[in-house]
């Protein structure tokens, strides 16, 4: 069974810096893209931030220049730094990636979700 845990979310002042972590863990066999979703109250989960397997990566234009993905192949992990952060940016952070398990082909995977809340 795979599972995706992330970690880093919390309350920040608008232009502060907060860096969401996600590991994954389980029977996997390969790990393709892995990416960022987010959720504000009364909006439907937008894409943030992708990035592939070989390092290539793609933005929403609503963070570009102020966040950055990052991915460790060897810990399974992919990493938000977010920087220059506004009350806009409130939501709950969806880590997603894309996963062949052991068994059957590849599979959509999300985490558990964390709050990220930008006020002063």
């Known amino acids: 069974q795979v599972q995706l845990v992330e970690s880093g979310g919390g309350l920040v002042q608008p232009g502060g810096s907060l860096r969401l972590s996600c590991a994954a863990s389980g029977s996997i066999l390969i790990i393709y893209t892995m990416g960022w979703y987010r959720q504000a109250p009364g909006k439907q989960r937008e894409l943030v931030a992708l990035i592939s397997s070989s390092g290539s990566t793609n933005y929403a234009d609503s963070v570009k220049g102020r966040f950055t993905i990052s991915r460790d192949n060897a810990k399974k992990s992919v990493y938000l730094q977010m920087n220059s952060l506004k009350p806009q940016d409130t939501a709950v952070y969806y880590c997603?990636?894309?996963?062949?398990?052991?068994?059957?082909?590849?599979?959509?995977?999300w985490g558990q979700g964390t709050q990220v809340t930008v006020s002063s």
């Open positions: 997603h990636a894309v996963i062949r398990a052991t068994m059957g082909g590849p599979g959509n995977y």
